[in-house]
């Protein structure tokens, strides 16, 4: 059996390979500070309810996630392909997280209720079917 010999990846693919991990751990690491924002900024968070150990498990995982993302988009790193497509991977699904997050909890709690009239109307008549 023989091993293919790949050639080496031109320059010009290394350095979008590059921006592209970038790019994808900017975005990851926005996302998941918008998720520590959505999850611990509010007080009616369902995380509150949670043991001590659950919420600092979950806080720790998600500080650490978003502390690595940010160092490796600052020493603009320059991993194996398949990392990136696991940070961009992680970017949409944290995108799509946040933005499920706000638009399901956080959006509906802070718009105001809107006030009730207390308007009188008569009820209609309905017609019947059958005319005399």
């Not at 650490?64 to 991993?79: D, G, K």
Request: with cysteine; glycine share 2%.
């Amino acid at each position: 059996m023989e091993l293919i010999n790949a050639e080496p990846i031109p320059e010009t693919a290394q350095i979008i390979k590059m921006w592209m991990n970038f790019a994808a751990n900017i975005v990851c690491c926005f996302s998941f500070g918008m998720f520590i924002v959505f999850l611990y900024g509010r007080e009616n968070s369902l995380v509150y309810r949670m043991k001590n150990t659950r919420t600092f498990l979950l806080r720790l995982a998600l500080s650490l996630t978003c502390a690595a993302t940010l160092l490796n988009a600052v020493t603009f790193s320059n991993p194996a392909w398949t990392e990136v497509m696991l940070n961009i991977g992680l970017a949409l699904l944290f995108v799509w997280a946040a933005w499920f997050h706000y638009f399901k909890f956080v959006k509906p709690k802070v718009e105001e209720p809107k006030k009730k009239t207390n308007k009188i109307t008569k009820p209609k008549r309905k017609k019947s079917a059958v005319y005399n």
